[in-house]
T-cell receptor, first 109, second 116 residues
């Protein structure tokens, strides 16, 4: 069993739809990261959170430490949101991240 | 801030040649990571530096790979000799501090390496 699991692996939706990407982890953590990788290849950190909820524009990230689960939501999705979304948690070494496999999101106009 | 800078952005070389990838981390960040990304294996950590000192090089595939960080503003990843299986995107990332529980990693644009 992978230490970080994401679902779904692939998601195709229409513009305007509400998007949810899930991340479950098996290790004890104090924070979780969400990152975005665009088709051009660049990787950008979206959120780092340790409890509750964070919001940035149309993106919302939530985490439940007790249930070891996090979700990334996108409201009013747009084709420019098409990307791979990756969740990651610190390993026991703390400097290293354990990466999820990523969720490939395609938003059709 | 200019962000993490990597060069070159693209590199095409022939098998057996030496390849040098360069990275300038964000000023004030004292952690630096080199990653390799392929379709088959995803994102792999190659080496981690903290305060210019290599802390973890367990991800370096073999002796053909070497990395240096001579100062806080510059790092190199060298492959000598290169092989076709080294073809991948190589990312450099930097982070303030040494704990991913409290700090985000900032990625460079990557170097797409093709070894023919």
């Amino acid at each position: 069993k992978n230490e970080v699991e994401q679902s779904p692996q692939n998601l195709t939706a229409q513009e305007g739809e509400f998007i949810t990407i899930n991340c479950s982890y098996s290790v004890g953590i104090s924070a979780l990261h969400w990152l975005q990788q665009h088709p051009g290849g660049g990787i950008v950190s979206l959120f780092m959170l340790s409890s509750g909820k964070k919001k940035h524009g149309r993106l919302i990230a939530t985490i439940n430490i007790q249930e070891k689960h996090s979700s990334l939501h996108i409201t009013a999705s747009h084709p420019r949101d098409s990307a791979v979304y990756i969740c990651a948690v610190p390993s026991y070494s703390n400097y290293q991240l354990i990466w999820g496999a990523g969720t490939k999101l395609i938003i059709k106009p | 801030d200019a962000g993490v800078i990597q060069s070159p952005r693209h590199e095409v070389t022939e098998m057996g040649q030496e390849v040098t990838l360069r990275c300038k981390p964000i000023s004030g960040h004292n952690s630096l990571f080199w990653y390799r990304q392929t379709m088959m294996r995803g994102l792999e950590l190659l080496i981690y530096f903290n305060n210019n000192v290599p802390i973890d090089d367990s991800g370096m595939p073999e002796d053909r790979f070497s990395a240096k960080m001579p100062n806080a503003s510059f790092s190199t990843l060298k492959i000598q000799p290169s092989e076709p299986r080294d073809s991948a995107v190589y990312f450099c990332a930097s982070m303030r501090g040494g704990d991913s529980s409290y700090n985000e990693q900032f990625f460079g644009p990557g170097t797409r390496l093709t070894v023919l």
